[in-house]
């Protein structure tokens, strides 16, 4: 399928465990971002992507790695998972100059 | 740094009735301003943006620099209206396309 995908679309892991989540866009957008949905929180920048091997931190990257090797892909590793982590995992695409950012349909996390 | 706040978590009107969702914002540069949607099990899309001055699904939200603000507006709600509405905000003169999210708040529509 076209567009942004992402996988899993659960997952439920135990606290220690290192966990990857998958991303990946059909439209050679050049940005691409990881955020977590959290209530009272709403959407918060995990790590965000300009190109392949260049990445930034967000505003909470603390517990996560990324990489991007190629520019369709963009996986999000949380090393030793802990129970903060469980939320809902968006990854979203851009092509600047567009400013509209496309959304996945997110990973729910849940960390034991 | 920018903030984007949105002081309303929930929001509840009838259908047929005016609806306004709140979100002022703080930057100190020169800001556009976005609001996404997330309907029931979809995904997050982007419902309008200042800068195209557009009106998509009724509603309407104007930049206010003055007040900070960037409320959407409805005139007529409709119950498939009921959805999570998040603010953005990106720095225009940025090169790093960013957003930043407001909390979001969560409309009802009800019959």
């Known amino acids: 399928d076209a567009g942004i995908t992402q996988s899993p679309r659960y997952k439920i892991t135990e606290t220690g465990r290192q966990v990857t989540l998958m991303c990946h866009q059909t439209?050679?957008?050049?940005?691409m971002f990881w955020y977590r949905q959290d209530l009272g929180h709403g959407l918060r920048l995990i790590y965000y992507?300009?190109?392949?091997?260049?990445?930034d931190k967000g505003e909470v990257p603390d517990g996560y790695v990324v990489s991007r090797s190629k520019t369709e892909n963009f996986p999000l590793t949380l090393e030793s998972a802990t129970r903060s982590q469980t939320s809902v995992y968006f990854c979203?695409?851009?092509?600047?100059?567009?400013?509209?950012?496309?959304f996945g349909p997110g990973t729910r996390l849940t960390v034991l | 740094a920018q903030r984007v706040t949105q002081p309303e978590k929930l929001l509840s009107v009838f259908k047929g009735a005016p609806v306004e969702l709140k979100c002022n914002y703080s930057?100190?540069?020169?800001?556009?301003l976005f609001w996404y949607v997330q309907y029931s099990r979809q995904r997050l899309q982007l419902l309008l943006r200042?800068?195209s001055r557009e009106s998509i699904k009724g509603f309407t939200a104007d930049l206010n620099k003055g007040e900070t603000s960037f409320h959407l507006k409805k005139p007529f709600a409709q119950e498939e209206d009921s959805a999570m509405y998040y603010c953005?905000?990106?720095?225009?003169?940025?090169?790093?396309?960013?957003?930043?999210f407001g909390k979001g708040t969560l409309l009802t529509v009800n019959p």
């Open positions: 979203a695409s851009s092509e600047p100059p567009y400013e509209e950012q496309f």
């Open positions: 439209w050679s957008h050049s940005y």
């Open positions: 992507s300009a190109a392949a091997d260049i990445t």
């Open positions: 930057y100190s540069g020169s800001p556009e």
């Open positions: 200042h800068i």
């Open positions: 953005a905000l990106r720095d225009s003169g940025g090169s790093n396309y960013k957003l930043t």
